[in-house]
């Protein structure tokens, strides 16, 4: 019995360092491989194919070293030969094949690649190693016939992802997509495989090819196989072509049929709320309003609408909110609605005392953390417009603290670092946004690379005066609703010979940043020549900076949406189109554009 189980052990032990030597040669020869060392690699390749004549990797490696030094004869004898021995490895027809085409032998390789097809019709199970060896060799009208060959043979095999791919690489994209959309018509669970990878295909723009190419595929097959699968592909398309409006209508039908779930409509107008589609933000929530028999439901859509009402200045705002905390009250169950009427107390009626007052008893509503720090981030708002800054920082570190990585940490860290800038602090603000360039929250990151290179582009240098405290100043001024003082702290700057030699001029480093901000200051005021001017001003000092694009979208909406020229509109959305393609304000100006020049957009 001592003897039977050495000799197992034994076994074992030898097995394993056989498999161990064969991994180290495997890798030793296709480092030889990938370095173009091929007669090397075909020594310890032709070894391992002896040991292991049924491993393809090891068998294909060996085929390309023999064909990489021009033996195409000893593959040719190897492959007949294997043929002959076992004639149902109909895959090797596609190596002999190819083996062919490598020597200009088209009649023969086609022959070969036909055997290789037409074996599935006796010996369909090597189906799937036929068409990926057709696909390894880019012979992608092969591997489609034997696809779907498969599928015509065993109607459950779905290789319509595989076919759709294949499509995607001879760039024949209808086909892709009315593969793609077969594949979710057999398995509706590859619905989010499908966007994924239609996402990059499609763009913001509705006019796109590739856009309406799907758009026509998704369509086609709706009208004899409705779908609940074709609207939602239908309504994402829209969203993210920014057409909001036509995605609730296919939300709409998608509730009709299941009435159970207001998730997506909800998502649907947060996403019309944050791109500015208020009209259709609206639609969305004052549907779930409809619909819905779930007070929270109620209270989150009815914020939504008050937060429409703030950012489209309704005069109706206030009696708004006190209809919903009359309908809903002051509790644990309001405080995101709470917060949102302190923010308009503090910043469109100019009463943070009362928003104050407002936020003090929220907090003692707060059923977490999060909710707490929520409420703290703006009372800390309000704290820095009431001139508090060092309150304001006690509450957004309070919050860093207690929150650390979360999103709500990071937005208080950003305060930080934002009123630290106002105050004049740049050395403290520098050190909080060099720790947000790396946020996950995308938003926070832009912002903090912005201020960051605000701050580094023009902050004082051995204690020369650089126009930056002044900025900041305005900057602050603005925050607190105070315009007209914010303007005449710009206007410091222009005129003032103790910062500049001659007052602020062209070729200075803050100069664009300065008049771009003097730019929004009277766009905030209705002042729209003025505006123009500012941004003129930017243009003719430099038509190469990094904000040109900015300033050419800027002049282009204000023609467009208040002077009423739309012949200077055209020419600045034109500007972006044709000098700045990489923009991203692009797709926006050329929809514009079209709009503007009559097009059926």
């Known amino acids: 019995m001592k003897h039977i189980i050495l000799l197992i052990l034994l076994t074992i032990s030898s097995l394993s360092f056989s498999q161990e030597d064969d991994q180290n040669d495997?890798?030793?020869?296709?480092?030889?491989?990938?370095?173009?060392?091929?007669?090397?690699?075909?020594?310890?390749?032709?070894?391992?194919?002896?040991?292991?004549?049924?491993?393809?990797?090891?068998?294909?490696?060996?085929?390309?070293?023999?064909?990489?030094?021009?033996?195409?004869?000893?593959?040719?004898?190897?492959?007949?030969?294997?043929?002959?021995?076992?004639?149902t490895e109909a895959y090797l027809y596609v190596f002999l094949g190819y083996n062919y085409e490598r020597q200009q032998q088209e009649e023969l390789a086609n022959s070969n690649y036909q055997k290789a097809i037409n074996s599935l019709d006796k010996n369909?199970?090597?189906?799937?190693?036929?068409?990926?060896?057709?696909?390894?060799?880019?012979?992608?009208?092969?591997?489609?016939?034997?696809?779907?060959?498969?599928?015509?043979?065993?109607?459950?095999?779905?290789?319509?992802?595989?076919?759709?791919?294949i499509y995607g690489e001879k760039g024949d994209y209808q086909k892709m997509f009315e593969s793609y959309i077969d594949l979710v018509d057999k398995e509706e669970n590859y619905l989010s495989l499908v966007q994924r990878y239609a996402s990059q295909y499609i763009t913001e723009d509705a006019?796109?090819?590739t856009n309406i190419l799907f758009r026509k595929a998704l369509l086609r097959k709706s009208v004899n196989n409705a779908k609940n699968e074709w609207n939602i592909l239908l309504s994402w398309l829209f969203a993210q072509q920014k057409e909001y409006g036509k995605a609730l209508v296919q939300e709409k039908a998608l509730y009709t049929r299941n009435s159970s779930d207001l998730r997506e409509i909800f998502s649907l107008g947060k996403l019309a709320f944050e791109n500015k589609d208020f009209e259709t933000a609206t639609n969305c929530f004052d549907f779930i309003n409809q619909k819905t028999t779930f007070t929270e439901e109620k209270?989150?859509?009815?914020?939504?609408?008050?937060?429409?009402a703030v950012v489209t200045k309704n005069p109706a705002t206030e009696k708004l909110f006190e209809s919903l905390f009359t309908q809903f009250g002051f509790d644990e169950f309001t405080i995101n609605l709470q917060v949102a009427y302190a923010d308009f107390l503090t910043f469109s009626k100019n009463d943070p005392e009362k928003a104050r007052t407002v936020l003090e008893k929220a907090l003692s509503f707060s059923r977490s953390k999060f909710d707490e720090a929520s409420i703290k981030l703006k009372l800390g708002d309000v704290l820095v417009f009431s001139g508090n800054y060092n309150k304001a920082l006690i509450y957004f570190s309070q919050i860093q603290s207690?929150?650390?990585?979360?999103?709500?940490?990071?937005?208080?860290r950003f305060k930080v670092a934002q009123t630290s800038y106002f105050k004049g602090d740049f050395t403290w603000a520098k050190a909080q946004l060099k720790v947000l360039k790396g946020s996950t929250t995308q938003l926070i990151a832009n912002d903090a690379v912005d201020l960051f290179?605000?701050?580094t582009d023009n902050e004082p240098v051995d204690s020369i005066p650089s126009g930056l405290k002044q900025l900041a100043k305005a900057e602050l001024l603005s925050y607190q609703n105070k315009d007209a003082e914010a303007l005449a702290e710009i206007e410091t700057l222009f005129s003032s010979k103790q910062i500049f030699v001659n007052g602020l001029v062209p070729g200075e480093v803050i100069y664009d940043d300065v008049l771009f901000f003097q730019a929004k200051l009277f766009i905030k005021q209705e002042k729209y020549d003025e505006a123009i001017l500012s941004l003129a001003k930017i243009i003719a000092a430099d038509t190469?900076?990094?904000?040109?694009?900015?300033?050419?979208?800027?002049?282009?909406?204000?023609?467009?949406?208040?002077?009423?020229?739309?012949?200077?509109?055209?020419?600045?959305?034109?500007?972006?189109?044709?000098?700045?393609?990489?923009?991203?304000?692009?797709?926006?100006?050329?929809?514009k554009f079209r709009k503007l020049r009559g097009d059926k957009i």
């Not at 990926?132 to 034997?146: E, R």
């Open 124 to 165: 369909p199970a090597y189906g799937n190693a036929i068409g990926n060896l057709f696909k390894y060799y880019n012979l992608l009208d092969n591997a489609i016939l034997v696809y779907e060959k498969i599928m015509r043979q065993h109607p459950n095999a779905n290789y319509n992802f595989q076919i759709a791919q």
């Open 207 to 209: 006019e796109n090819e």
């Open 26 to 87: 495997f890798f030793l020869a296709d480092t030889y491989y990938r370095q173009g060392e091929f007669e090397k690699a075909t020594q310890i390749f032709k070894k391992l194919y002896d040991k292991s004549p049924f491993n393809t990797t090891y068998l294909s490696k060996l085929i390309t070293c023999y064909q990489e030094t021009d033996n195409f004869k000893t593959v040719e004898d190897l492959l007949q030969k294997r043929i002959q021995q076992n004639k």
């Open 453 to 455: 290179l605000k701050i």
């Open 299 to 308: 209270i989150e859509s009815n914020l939504y609408l008050a937060k429409i």
């Open 402 to 412: 207690q929150l650390e990585d979360h999103e709500l940490a990071q937005e208080a």
């Open 544 to 591: 190469q900076g990094f904000l040109t694009d900015d300033v050419y979208f800027m002049m282009a909406e204000i023609y467009n949406n208040n002077l009423n020229d739309i012949e200077k509109a055209k020419e600045y959305y034109q500007k972006i189109i044709f000098e700045h393609p990489s923009s991203i304000y692009l797709v926006d100006a050329r929809n």
